[in-house]
């Protein structure tokens, strides 16, 4: 068998950058470190940093006064941070600079007044967290058909802005419905949706039509690493989202020669290091690096940790 793995895969820079603080302040700070929902979107990461000491929570009721609190790679709204502090919490921002962005993109609108439309899923992390930034002038939209259904008072001021792990071509549709039903329609210069999404997306959307079978490492609550399984099975390719190579079943590979592996970029590259030795023991695999586009990019630690790592 022939397994082509993807490249660009796995942690993007956000994640990394999450990863690393929440490593950092564990060592610094000691355990527990309470961190606001998930770090990232990955079960593997989650249970390492459960048995290193950090302690997820969903509500900030259920951390101490006067704790460490790390705020999670996609971002948190205004409320949260005000209740951080009035529980004088040390509060620790790991939120991804590309989500960031959108925050202050949504501030800016709704401040010139603008109704502001949100492409993206509800009750994903990050876009709770962006539309706690206006949620006066703020509606989401899932779906081209949301569109149809919006009632907006002016339709002469309106803007867009999307999750940033969506899927290029699902945002595209809806945008397109969007620039039709309101065609004063504004957004920002620079789209949204995260470059490593982008990138995983388009080493996919190539190399799938290779493959007999396609393997993503992630987890089912990730919403890049999803969009990865949807591209290549809409290309008529099978295609699998699994945390690790335990959960890989023999029977999808009958009659397979060439199996496409990649990662979203929640998932570290030991799941994907595991899930090849996997297709090695049981098919003799031969791994084809496949390097699509290359990536350089590098985030630096929240403020709140930068000098205990210089």
């Given at each position: 068998?022939?397994?082509?793995?993807?490249?660009?895969?796995?942690?993007?820079?956000?994640?990394n950058?999450?990863?690393?603080?929440?490593?950092?302040a564990?060592?610094?700070?000691?355990?527990p470190?309470?961190?606001?929902?998930?770090i990232?979107?990955?079960?593997?990461v989650?249970?390492?940093?459960?048995?290193?000491?950090?302690?997820?929570?969903?509500?900030?009721?259920?951390?101490?006064?006067?704790?460490h609190?790390?705020?999670?790679?996609?971002?948190?709204s205004?409320?949260?941070?005000?209740?951080?502090?009035?529980?004088?919490?040390y509060?620790?921002d790991?939120?991804?600079?590309?989500?960031?962005k959108?925050?202050?993109?949504?501030v800016?609108?709704?401040?010139e007044?603008?109704?502001?439309l949100?492409?993206?899923?509800k009750g994903?992390?990050?876009?709770?967290?962006?539309?706690?930034?206006?949620?006066?002038?703020?509606?989401?939209?899932?779906?081209?058909?949301?569109?149809?259904r919006?009632?907006?008072?002016?339709?002469?001021?309106?803007?867009y802005?999307?999750?940033?792990?969506?899927?290029?071509?699902d945002?595209?549709?809806?945008?397109k419905?969007?620039?039709?039903?309101?065609?004063?329609?504004t957004?920002?210069p620079?789209?949204d949706?995260?470059?490593?999404?982008?990138?995983?997306?388009?080493?996919?959307?190539?190399?799938?039509?290779?493959?007999?079978?396609?393997?993503?490492?992630?987890?089912?609550?990730?919403?890049?690493?999803?969009?990865?399984?949807e591209?290549?099975?809409e290309?008529?390719?099978?295609?699998f989202?699994?945390?690790?190579a335990?959960?890989?079943?023999?029977?999808?590979?009958?009659?397979?020669?060439?199996?496409?592996?990649?990662?979203?970029?929640?998932?570290?590259?030991?799941?994907?290091?595991e899930?090849?030795?996997?297709?090695?023991?049981?098919?003799?695999?031969?791994?084809?690096m496949?390097?699509?586009?290359?990536?350089?990019?590098?985030?630096?630690?929240?403020?709140?940790?930068?000098l205990?790592?210089?």
């Amino acid at each position: 068998m022939k397994a082509i793995l993807a490249a660009p895969r796995g942690f993007c820079a956000g994640v990394n950058m999450a990863i690393e603080s929440l490593d950092l302040a564990l060592t610094s700070f000691g355990s527990p470190i309470y961190v606001y929902h998930e770090i990232v979107h990955n079960k593997f990461v989650v249970e390492t940093f459960r048995h290193k000491g950090a302690v997820f929570v969903d509500d900030l009721e259920d951390v101490p006064p006067g704790s460490h609190l790390l705020f999670s790679a996609h971002g948190v709204s205004p409320e949260i941070r005000q209740i951080a502090r009035e529980r004088n919490l040390y509060a620790i921002d790991a939120t991804c600079p590309l989500v960031t962005k959108v925050h202050l993109e949504a501030v800016r609108y709704a401040k010139e007044g603008y109704t502001i439309l949100l492409i993206g899923h509800k009750g994903h992390d990050e876009v709770m967290g962006t539309m706690g930034e206006a949620p006066e002038a703020m509606l989401l939209v899932e779906t081209p058909e949301d569109v149809d259904r919006l009632e907006i008072a002016d339709p002469e001021k309106v803007a867009y802005l999307t999750q940033t792990t969506l899927s290029v071509d699902d945002a595209e549709r809806i945008i397109k419905r969007l620039k039709q039903r309101y065609p004063k329609i504004t957004h920002p210069p620079k789209e949204d949706i995260c470059y490593a999404t982008q990138n995983r997306q388009e080493a996919v959307r190539q190399l799938a039509q290779e493959a007999d079978l396609v393997l993503v490492l992630g987890s089912q609550n990730s919403s890049n690493s999803l969009r990865l399984t949807e591209i290549a099975q809409e290309y008529d390719v099978p295609s699998f989202l699994i945390d690790g190579a335990a959960e890989i079943d023999l029977k999808w590979f009958e009659n397979k020669e060439t199996v496409l592996v990649t990662a979203g970029a929640s998932a570290p590259e030991s799941v994907v290091q595991e899930c090849l030795d996997f297709l090695a023991a049981h098919f003799n695999a031969e791994v084809d690096m496949r390097v699509i586009r290359e990536e350089e990019v590098h985030f630096p630690l929240p403020r709140e940790l930068r000098l205990l790592s210089s």
